[in-house]
């Protein structure tokens, strides 16, 4: 699905696009950014690339999400890399 200049995986990913560029026009949250890239790097190497669906600032806090609706295994073990790695939890929506 494509809206804004934007291709988004889902409807539901759209939707959740419209509610943060609302957001972020009522100043509720700054710096809005779709899909963003984090490298996964163990041991100085990089492992792989984690790209979320949305990351924004709100109060002061850098906030990852990903619209999910089916988690898979792929998924599972990249959020786990993100945390253990980068130290970043990622929102699910």
């Given at each position: 699905?494509?809206?804004?200049?934007h291709r988004f995986a889902s409807k539901k990913e759209?939707?959740?696009?419209?509610?943060?560029?609302?957001?972020?026009?009522?100043?509720?949250?700054?710096?809005?950014?779709?899909?963003?890239?984090?490298?996964?790097?163990?041991?100085?190497?990089?492992?792989?690339?984690?790209?979320?669906?949305?990351?924004?600032?709100?109060?002061?806090?850098?906030?990852?999400?990903?619209?999910?609706?089916?988690?898979?295994?792929?998924?599972?073990?990249?959020?786990?890399?993100?945390?253990?790695?980068?130290?970043?939890?990622?929102?699910?929506?």
């Amino acid at each position: 699905m494509e809206y804004n200049g934007h291709r988004f995986a889902s409807k539901k990913e759209a939707t959740r696009y419209i509610i943060l560029k609302d957001m972020q026009a009522r100043g509720e949250i700054t710096d809005l950014k779709c899909q963003p890239k984090f490298d996964i790097v163990i041991n100085g190497q990089r492992t792989c690339r984690y790209i979320a669906d949305f990351s924004y600032m709100r109060d002061g806090k850098k906030i990852i999400e990903d619209v999910k609706g089916i988690k898979t295994a792929v998924y599972r073990l990249k959020k786990r890399l993100m945390r253990i790695c980068n130290n970043i939890e990622i929102q699910e929506v």
